[in-house]
């Protein structure tokens, strides 16, 4: 296909100044909203990097601040237990209470943060919550049920964190 001009407009490119006046104009008007909306898709665009800029900023504090609640409601277990090494007692008794205490501190903020623990005992043998460490003889117990926790598990909002380590109830004659 040869590159022939339109008749309206000459071989270098310029207008042919047979036109009628409403076409130049009208024309005029075509380019200044070709350059108006060039302007705008410009703002748009910056908009959009500034949009993604700032999501990436928020994405990264999150990462660096996502365990802050815990953390801070870590600072009283800390601090129960920094208390009861300075304590100078030979008394069992008090220690063992303030240990106690301080399990009860981190139990609750455990749970507050969506923590749950998986202790068995008494119930069906689960493989997804569960793992089977040995089968015991337990007269008296249904065979696969949990008779003894090695090792608790653990439930972060409803997905697993860790399994229970248990044993399990033989059949009879297994």
């Known amino acids: 296909m040869t590159n022939t001009p339109t008749p309206d407009i000459d071989q270098a490119g310029t207008m042919d100044p047979s036109l009628d006046p409403s076409q130049d104009s009208e024309l005029e008007t075509l380019r200044a909203e070709v350059e108006q909306l060039r302007a705008q898709s410009l703002l748009e665009r910056a908009d959009l990097e500034n949009q993604r800029k700032r999501l990436a900023r928020d994405v990264d504090n999150a990462r660096k601040f996502a365990n802050e609640r815990l953390l801070g409601d870590l600072l009283t277990v800390f601090d129960g237990l920094e208390h009861g090494l300075l304590a100078d007692t030979t008394d069992a008794t008090a220690l ?45 117990k249904a065979p696969n049920t949990v008779v003894a926790v090695m090792q608790k598990g653990y439930v ?15 059949a009879p004659g297994a």
């Open 96 to 140: 063992r209470e303030g240990m106690d205490l301080t399990l009860k501190a981190l139990t609750k903020v455990g749970e507050g943060n969506g923590l749950k623990a998986v202790d068995p005992i008494g119930q069906p043998f689960n493989p997804e919550l569960h793992q089977a460490m040995t089968m015991v003889e337990a007269p008296g």
């Open 156 to 170: 972060l909002n409803e997905r697993l964190l860790r399994p229970a380590l248990v044993a399990i109830a033989k």
